[in-house]
């Protein structure tokens, strides 16, 4: 444990971490406030509700991983792929719509 948290401390831009935190409790609230609609929703309206919550999902765990990464200080120039970066973040959002509609069946 001591050790990661020295890697963050030595090997990172607070600052980012510090983003990166607060980009997940925003959409971790707002995924949470999301998932209550979908609970009460039905039919074609609960599969609305179950997309933009994979959308708020999915956002929120790409950009704080994203943010994060950004904040560690590589010994080496980065090069992002704007296409890879991009399908990324379609992935996070795609996989978690079965993830959301199954922990909403869920009683």
Known sequence: MMRIALC???EHD?????????VCLV???????LFGRIKS????????????AAVATGT??????????????AHAPVVLDPLLTLLSLLAAIG??????ATAATCK
């Open 8 to 10: 963050i401390a030595q």
């Open 14 to 22: 607070a600052r980012l971490v510090a983003l990166a935190l607060l």
């Open 27 to 33: 959409g971790s609230s707002a995924t949470i406030q």
């Open 41 to 52: 929703a039905s039919g074609k309206s609960r599969l609305g509700w179950v997309l933009l």
């Open 60 to 73: 929120m765990v790409w950009a704080t991983h994203f943010v994060a990464m950004m904040a560690f200080r």
């Open 95 to 100: 996989l978690a719509v079965p993830g959301l």
